[in-house]
């Protein structure tokens, strides 16, 4: 009531964050009955609902069902979690619930395993899908205005970008193509769908020629992860998927099978190689076990959620919604990149930035490598645990996961700078972060870690393992 916007993350009450999917009487009456014993029970890490489930699928759902997906469900879609070989009791995993090393570890490590050496397939059909498009110029000026990087890219192109507020937060965080000189593909997080869409239709001209279409149901979305992905595409487009013709963050549409106009992007949202396929509905069966059946040769298989969740906070990648909110800015979280400062176009949230670039930032976006935790007797961190810096309370994780190429935990968070005097926040440099000994509390026992403000690149590129590989120059760069 006092600045016009709230001064905390209220997305837990703000009521774009449901759709007419919720409004149902049966799903209301349902999920309130499962609520409310939930106040006072201990909910475990990963917990899903259980009611209110199979309401929104992909058009492979049986098929991966078949294959042993489990699922969890966001924003009334479901997503699969691993997949669960023949093998393994299947009961017992279904009911395990722990705060340690939890029993789908060695299922997520092969996931992972795959993703890194052949090529693994992950459905993400659930993913937020807008097109934009005018009969002018009027689509492009309008984005311009409306996200915080440059969209006026050759066709083909794809931009990492946010759209931010006034005070330069946050509201999504996407990828946008550009499919023609008049026509954009926005792709955004799966809960994103109502709140996206009602921001641009806010600040979108009334009387423009723009028109904007929610195509998420039109298309199912699989991600090829590993090095063999491209060797999967090119037998079945019958193209060339190198990087010399098909470079990072590329669209094009593509023949795949039999099946004509399949979008594809080089990129995977993990920093692996490899590729989104954005499929027509009604091709998606047809593509999928062409996929499977031509990656055979590949060492192909399917994976989740949780595979694709290690990979992406190993490479240090942050999501919105996890991470990242409408009180995060770019500055805070090292993506001075994606946004157009220096270009002299105006867009939401530009003068904040100016003046955040000019005073500094108090807070920064950290990665933080657990030194002397044991994965098989301690407890794992999760998310929220607090963060010390030279014993001193800085913040709290916003993700964490096991990274299965450094054999250790890595947290992702916040840091800030908390005046010992007064209390008060103070400027957060790169310095601030890179001379601290820092700690990772986990239900009350704390941990050493190695801060990093970018990703452990070099780490990836050179196999080793953890008993041989050099962590203290980890610190201080």
């Not at 395990?96 to 090529?119: G, L, N, R």
């Not at 019958?238 to 990087?243: E, F, L, N, R, V």
């Not at 399949?262 to 593509?287: C, D, K, N, Q, W």
Request: glycine fraction near 6%.
């Amino acid at each position: 009531m006092v600045h016009g916007y709230p001064s905390e993350n209220v997305w837990e009450l703000d009521l774009k964050r449901f759709g007419a999917l919720q409004s149902s009487r049966t799903f209301l009456r349902h999920r309130v009955m499962e609520v409310m014993p939930l106040m006072y029970d201990l909910k475990v890490p990963r917990w899903d609902f259980q009611t209110g489930r199979q309401l929104r699928t992909s058009p492979l759902y049986d098929r991966l069902d078949a294959q042993g997906a489990r699922w969890m469900e966001k924003h009334g879609f479901e997503r699969p979690k691993y997949f669960v070989p023949p093998d393994k009791d299947l009961l017992a995993l279904e009911q395990s619930k722990t705060f340690y090393k939890p029993d789908w570890f060695d299922i997520v490590e092969s996931e992972v395993k795959c993703c890194k050496e052949a090529v693994c397939v992950i459905d993400m059909s659930s993913f937020t899908k807008f097109e934009i498009t005018s009969t002018g110029d009027q689509a492009l000026e309008v984005l311009q205005y409306l996200f915080s990087n440059d969209l006026d890219v050759p066709v083909g192109h794809i931009v990492h970008t946010g759209m931010l507020n006034e005070v330069g937060g946050y509201e999504n965080d996407c990828s946008i193509a550009r499919l023609s000189k008049r026509s954009f593909f926005m792709i955004s997080p799966t809960d994103q769908q109502v709140h996206c869409w009602a921001w641009l239709k806010k600040h979108m001209p009334k009387d423009s020629n723009l028109l904007l279409e929610d195509v998420t149901w039109k298309y199912t979305a699989l991600n090829l992860i590993g090095p063999r992905a491209v060797d999967v595409l090119s037998e079945l487009s019958y193209a060339p998927m190198t990087p010399d013709h098909f470079p990072s963050l590329f669209c094009k549409e593509m023949s795949v099978g039999y099946a004509n106009g399949i979008r594809v992007m080089s990129m995977t949202h993990t920093g692996e190689p490899g590729f989104m396929l954005y499929i027509p509905i009604e091709y998606a069966l047809h593509v999928y076990n062409e996929v499977m059946s031509v990656g055979q040769k590949y060492g192909i298989r399917n994976a989740g959620y949780y595979a694709l969740r290690s990979l992406r906070i190993e490479k240090f990648f942050a999501f919105w919604g996890q991470d990242i909110n409408n009180l995060t800015t770019p500055l805070e979280c090292g993506r001075e990149s994606r946004v157009k400062l220096e270009k002299g176009m105006d867009f939401i949230g530009r003068d904040a930035l100016l003046q955040q670039k000019q005073n500094g930032v108090y807070k920064r976006f950290t990665m933080f490598i657990l030194d002397d935790h044991d994965t098989d007797l301690d407890l794992w961190p999760w998310w929220g645990e607090p963060i010390y810096r030279n014993g001193q309370f800085v913040g709290k994780t916003t993700s964490s996961a096991y990274s299965y190429s450094l054999e250790r935990h890595v947290c992702l968070g916040f840091v800030h700078n908390f005046s010992e005097d007064t209390g008060e926040e103070q400027v957060v440099t790169a310095d601030f972060i890179n001379r601290g000994e820092y700690e990772i509390d986990i239900a009350g026992y704390r941990f050493q870690a190695k801060a990093k403000l970018y990703p452990v690149a070099s780490l990836f590129t050179h196999k080793r393992r953890k008993d041989d590989m050099e962590l203290s120059d980890l610190h201080g760069k």
